[in-house]
Structures are given as C-alpha cells and as structure tokens.
C-alpha cells in the first residue's frame, strides 16, 4: 500500500521545513519528522540547560538555582503567605471580593480553572513516571517541594499580570509578563531593558507554546492510545501522525472563540477529569493501604540518599525540580496570561487564587501518582524503553486492569485541556511581535494545529527535551521582572487585605 509520505506535495513542503528531511526507503513517516527536529532540539537543551559548576562531581545547571532560589526567596519575603491564604484563596475563588461589573471577561473561578486545564496534565501523569524513571522515587519529593515553594512564585507574577493587564475597545484582556515586563519596569525607568525581557519572553513562550503545552501533551495521549489498541502491532503504531490530525481538528474548532470559549469548556472539563482520575488513584491506594507508609518512606529517604539513582542527591533534586515546574509551570509566567483576564479591580486577588494552582496540581495530583507508581513496584530497571504515560498506566492496571481505557480518556481530556489554554497563551505572545490582527492571529492557530500532528510523531526524548528548554527558559526573563517589581506586589497585596477585611466586616 502506498504511504502518504510518498505523495509529492507533503515531501515539498517537509523539505521547505526541513532541509536535512531524509527519504530513505526503511525509515516511516513518523521517523522522518523525529529526524529533521532533533537536532535543532538538541542544541535548544543545552542552551537553556548550561552548568556553571559542579557538586560531588555531578554538573548543576544554573536554572535549578534560579527557580528554587527564587521560591525560597519569595515564600520568606511574603512571610510563608502559601501557608497562611488558604482561606482567603477559597473566599476569593467563590466571587466573595469580587462583583459582575469589575474590569475582566472572566471569574475568578473560569480563571482558575482555564490556568490549571494548562498545568493540571500529562506532566502529572506522564511527567511524574518520567521523574521517578530519572531520579528515583526521592524526585518525587522535591516535586512536592518545588510545588509548595512555587506557590508563592504564581501569587506575585499573577498579580502582576493582573496590574498590568491591557483592556482594548471590545473588552478583551491582553495580559502577562509581555505587560508586566515593558510596561512595570518603564515605570520603574527601565523601560530598554523591559522591551528586551518582554520580547525574550514572547519567542520563548510561542515556544513553550508548541512544546510542552502541545507535542508533549499529543504525545503521550497517543502513546496511551497505541497501548491500549494493540501495542506495536496497533494500526496506529506507524502512523502517529493520524492522531495529531485527528486532535488538531478537535483544537481548532474551540480555539477559533477566543479566552471566553475556552474557560467555557476548561471550567467543566477541569474538575471532571481531575475527580476522575483522583478517584483511580484513591482506589489503586485502597489496596496497597498498608504499603503506603513504607512508599512515603521510600520517596523522603531517597530525596536525601547520595547514591540514589542517576546522579545522586542532586539528580534526584534536579530532576525533580525540572519535572516539578513543567508540571506546576510556576515561575515560568504562563499562567499570569490566563489569570489577567479575570475580572476584578484587586489584582493582589488573583495572586492569592493562583497560589492554589500549585497545591492542586503538584502537591495533591502528583503526590498521588507518585504513591501509585510506589506502591505497585512499577519503578526501576523496568522502565528502560517505556513512555512515561505507560509506566503510569502499567501501576494502575496491576491493580484495576480496565483502568487503561479510562485513563485513556482521562489522559486525552487532561491534553486537550492543555492544548486549549496553551494556545491562547502562545497566541497572546504571538501577538507582542506580530501584532492583534487577525491574518496574525489566524497564522499563529494554524501553526500551532500543525505542531500537534508533528509532536504525535515525534519521540518522547525529543518532546520532553524541546518542551522543558521553552518551557523553563521562560523563567530567566519572567523572574528577573518580577524582582524588580515586588514593591508593586506587596502594594497591591496590602491594597486587597483592606479591601477584603471590609467585606468580611460588613457580613
């Protein structure tokens, strides 16, 4: 049967991509789009991965510094204020401080709930298998670590994204750091170096956009998908690249409408798939009730073990953080986008609902796949070859072994989601450089729909490392604003206090 990948047009418009595209008669289409981008990849990671020095011989990539440093920084300066707002975060979430008419297009809660459609994910399915594969069950605990830490990182870029949000002529919101970076440091005098951040930023989130919040996600939903239908002998095996069709379709439909459309759909899908697939988790658990203590046990004592896994303590600490923050994206500035557009006049307010983001996403949903991966034993040697969604799917199906088709739906649910608010964050970057017009915004969506059928063809090594170099590089530029605008941040936070201690007082 003749392949599609033999048809003139497709190869003209591959070798216009790719020039290196090769056409070798053993090799399938799926392993001719894996070739071209690889090296390109490659050279991204070693980028934004760089090692100024070393400890106990092991290489410390200056990132891990920069993003813990930072949620230990923070989480001091704010006075542990990701321990101390939990109430204020869930009174705040439920509309309390906030009223119908306030600036913004949508509630605190779609806000929520559209930024965690963009965290809450395979990084939680797939990612935690993939840290645990790296590091050792002790990367799981640095996850958790990173994840409380970051708490307090999303409350002050969201707040800032809040701040210094644009509202055009038809009422919609342009937010994020491409705001907060020109626009807060011009007012600080340092307008140049605002424009320099804010455009770093814009290249690297379109990237993020295409990565992590696209060919991963793609990726490891077929990947599942081909478990469940066969394996290799899957029709779907050699022809990856059906499903990323398939999905793109699917995307395009919903991202045509915009933020509105998009929280619509998130607000509902959100919390379904996350009581679904917690509710797995609680029952793979039930049964291995008596082992969970030795699990917990396991993951705090190989979080400080030398000699754990690859790389030692600072293999398991780095992979963990790295894993940890593509889960949670906190510091990255990601979700500052989505939660700009809520609609309230106390920016400080969304800063205090986004501190739930990491808790949910990374201290409740990846704790549990970790407990689950545990306590079934699927760790190890055993997992030389596998996809991180299979290693995730293996622990549940040795305890419920229908349990890969739901997680099947609940990995496709948890991409698509993902795809969704990863498309408007990468379309509001897409517009800092080209602009908001609509041939610009329309390029940006067909480009993106195309990568979701190259990231569903793709190898998992390749994704993982294209999606964590845009993805983490994005904290460099995003960070250094917020520093320099944390006076801002505590103004604005004083600011809410008073306004919501006025609400509580009037009943």
Not at 85 to 113: C, M, N, W
Not at 344 to 372: H, N, Q, R, W, Y
Request: hydrophobic residues 50%; neutral net charge; aromatic residues 10%.
């Amino acid at each position: 049967m003749t392949k599609i990948a033999h048809y003139l047009p497709i190869k003209c418009l591959l070798l216009l991509a790719f020039p290196n595209f090769t056409w070798a008669a053993e090799k399938s289409f799926d392993e001719k789009i894996n070739d071209a981008v690889t090296p390109l990849i490659e050279w991204i990671f070693s980028i934004i991965f760089f090692e100024p020095f070393e400890i106990a011989g092991q290489g410390v990539p200056f990132i891990l510094v920069w993003l813990a440093g930072t949620g230990i920084f923070l989480t001091v300066h704010f006075k542990f204020i990701n321990f101390r707002s939990f109430r204020l975060a869930f009174r705040t979430v439920s509309g309390k401080y906030s009223k119908s008419d306030d600036p913004g297009e949508i509630t605190h809660f779609q806000a929520l709930t559209a930024a965690l459609s963009a965290t809450v994910g395979l990084g939680n399915i797939a990612g935690v298998a993939i840290a645990i594969s790296k590091g050792g069950p002790g990367a799981a605990f640095w996850m958790v670590m990173i994840g409380l830490l970051g708490m307090t990182t999303k409350f002050a870029e969201c707040t800032l994204g809040v701040r210094y949000r644009d509202i055009d002529e038809n009422g919609k919101v342009h937010g994020g750091p491409m705001k907060y970076l020109t626009k807060g440091l011009a007012e600080r005098g340092l307008g140049p170096l605002g424009k320099v951040l804010g455009i770093s930023f814009a290249v690297l989130c379109i990237g993020a956009s295409l990565g992590g919040g696209n060919m991963f996600q793609v990726n490891q939903a077929c990947a599942q998908f081909i478990q469940i239908s066969g394996g290799s002998e899957s029709i779907l095996a050699d022809y990856r690249w059906v499903y990323g069709v398939v999905v793109a379709i699917l995307v395009g439909v919903v991202i045509i409408g915009g933020i509105r459309r998009i929280a619509n759909v998130t607000s509902r899908l959100v919390p379904l798939m996350c009581i679904t697939y917690l509710l797995g988790a609680v029952a793979v658990l039930a049964t291995h009730i008596a082992d969970i203590p030795g699990a917990i046990g396991l993951i705090v004592s190989q979080a400080f073990t030398p000699d754990a896994y690859v790389g030692g303590l600072i293999g398991a600490l780095l992979v963990g953080i790295q894993r940890g923050t593509f889960s949670n994206e906190a510091g990255i500035g990601s979700a500052p986008i989505a939660h700009a557009a809520v609609k309230t006049s106390k920016p400080a307010s969304e800063g205090i609902v986004a501190l739930l983001e990491p808790f949910i996403d990374t201290v409740v949903v990846c704790s549990m796949t970790a407990l689950v991966i545990v306590v079934t034993g699927n760790y190890g040697e055993s997992l030389s070859g596998e996809n991180g969604i299979q290693v995730t799917s293996n622990a549940f199906a040795s305890v419920i072994e229908w349990f890969p088709f739901v997680l099947f739906v609940a990995v496709t649910v948890f991409a698509f989601s993902t795809l969704l608010s990863w498309s408007y964050y990468g379309q509001q970057a897409w517009a800092t450089i080209f602009g908001h017009s609509k041939p610009a915004d329309l390029s940006y969506k067909i480009l993106f729909c195309a990568c979701i059928i190259i990231g569903a063809a793709m190898s998992l090594g390749a994704v993982t490392d294209f999606s964590d170099g845009m993805l983490l590089g994005m904290c460099f530029p995003n960070l250094i604003g917020v520093y320099l605008l944390l006076p801002i941040v505590k103004q604005e936070l004083i600011s809410f206090r008073k306004h919501a201690d006025e609400i509580d007082q009037q009943g």
